[in-house]
């Protein structure tokens, strides 16, 4: 009876480690393709990799032609707020 309660034990201390691993994302963005070519672009405007220019020094070279022009700060900063009003901001 005790080996049964401890393998229970161990298999849902398992479960609740790989479910934590996932996140809330789950396993959709490991396993899955990036998607149609609008939800990548939509994705790579929210998460910019490029140094923002009103917030450090401009270096044109530092970013592609087609990121030229960022986004602007009110815009940057509604983003979240807009996307997950549940959120309260």
């Excluded at 963005?29 to 994705?43: H, L, S, V, Y």
Aim: charged fraction near 15%; glycine fraction near 8%; include cysteine.
């Amino acid at each position: 009876m005790a080996r049964k309660g401890h393998t229970l034990l161990l298999s849902t201390a398992f479960a609740v480690a790989l479910i934590s691993t996932t996140g809330c994302r789950g396993f959709n963005g490991f396993f899955t393709p990036p998607g149609p070519m609008n939800k990548q672009q939509a994705n790579a405007v929210v998460h910019d990799p490029f140094p923002q220019n009103d917030i450090g020094p401009y270096d044109a070279a530092s970013r592609p032609p087609s990121y030229q022009q960022p986004l602007a700060e009110p815009v940057r900063n509604r983003l979240i707020p807009d996307a997950m009003p549940w959120l309260g901001r």
